[in-house]
């Protein structure tokens, strides 16, 4: 992490050198931070009534759980992302990713290690290059001959120091569209989480370990590749901004009593895409409503493989049920959190941690010196 600051620092002074004038970051901190605060979710593409699997639509009772669960492995991934300076209205923003998969075998966690898989920390300098400012391709210039290297659309990354273009696939908005270039910026960053996680999932997919068992894996967040071979994985959204349902069923999901689930249902926005990309997905409830919470607060949303049966999501909810203990506290998500997810989280943050205290150093050291 120091090397790859040092990097951005002599790119700086080195852009400097050639006339580009730089402002401080405005001394924020974590992008994300701000993201929720402003109640920002990456949840909904909603809009339209879903195909319910199940009819009629409606509450249902999984089982009781017996406590055991074939959820074996814990996917997830972290991000930290900074504006450390500006060029004029341009936001210079640097990010931190990882992701890793947690195996729980005999109630012991362990990372499982995955031979020729992508670098488990990345690290990021985003620009919007396209925008055709002087400054920018000065800086992009001076990055690049400082060794951070660019990443194709359908490439995993090999390199943990990367430069991105936030503009390179969609239109660039003006130079001086401030807000709209940083979350251009959190966008990138965000695919850049989502493409280390997939090329995992891709890796669990296709170990011998996995291949020969019968364990499945719960990924933090939406299924976004799952390979027909192997179907025994599920994802876990925590964290529903928008539910999927329209009219009455609305009123059903906020009434849903803890330990039930919805029936089955595709989200309205996935009809639209391809076959492979449909999931199957339900509510439930993992505890009943907390003080000073919304009705929402403690439901998730799962997703399965299209062709899962009502009697697997049966199984698969009371799986999910007997993951409430330990409680995932003192995460404030926890009653929509199961406790391996946590750990998985609380494992990465350390990793990030690093570069948050290496990227305020540097956005002072602009300010020391009044921007340039």
Request: proline share 6%.
């Amino acid at each position: 992490m120091r090397d790859f600051a040092a990097r951005i620092d002599r790119a700086l002074a080195a852009a400097t050198k050639h006339g580009v004038r730089f402002s401080a970051g405005a001394g924020a901190g974590d992008m994300e931070v701000q993201q929720l605060t402003g109640g920002v979710e990456d949840e909904g593409q909603t809009g339209g009534r879903p195909h319910h699997l199940e009819t009629p639509p409606g509450p249902r009772d999984p089982g009781a759980p017996d406590g055991s669960s074939k959820l074996c492995y814990f996917l997830d991934g972290v991000q930290s992302t900074r504006e450390i300076g500006r060029i004029g209205a341009i936001p210079i923003v640097v990010t931190t990713v990882a992701a890793t998969i947690i195996n729980r075998c005999d109630r012991r966690f362990s990372r499982m290690e995955i031979t020729g898989g992508p670098p488990t920390v990345v690290r990021a300098v985003i620009l919007p290059y396209n925008v055709g400012d002087e400054g920018v391709r000065s800086l992009w210039e001076e990055l690049t001959g400082a060794g951070l290297s660019g990443l194709r659309s359908d490439e995993v990354p090999r390199s943990p120091d990367l430069l991105l273009d936030s503009t390179e696939y969609a239109d660039a908005p003006d130079r001086s569209d401030y807000v709209g270039l940083r979350e251009r910026a959190m966008v990138r960053v965000r695919a850049l989480r989502e493409r280390l996680e997939t090329e995992l999932l891709r890796r669990w997919e296709n170990d011998d370990r996995v291949l020969a068992g019968e364990d499945w894996i719960a990924v933090d967040g939406q299924l976004r590749d799952i390979r027909e071979s192997n179907r025994r994985a599920i994802g876990l959204i925590k964290s529903v901004a928008r539910p999927e349902f329209t009219g009455d069923d609305v009123g059903m999901l906020l009434d849903l009593d803890a330990g039930k689930r919805t029936t089955s249902f595709v989200p309205d926005w996935q009809l639209r895409r391809e076959l492979s990309e449909r999931r199957t997905s339900w509510y439930m409830r993992m505890w009943p409503p907390q003080t000073g919470a919304d009705a929402l607060g403690s439901i998730m949303r799962i997703e399965a493989p299209r062709e899962t049966s009502s009697d697997e999501v049966d199984e698969i909810t009371r799986w999910i049920m007997a993951e409430k203990a330990p409680l995932a506290k003192p995460d404030s998500r926890w009653p929509a959190m199961i406790y391996p997810i946590q750990y998985v989280e609380k494992v990465l943050k350390p990793t990030v941690q690093g570069s948050e205290r290496a990227f305020a150093r540097l956005e002072r050291q602009l300010a020391a010196n009044g921007g340039n």
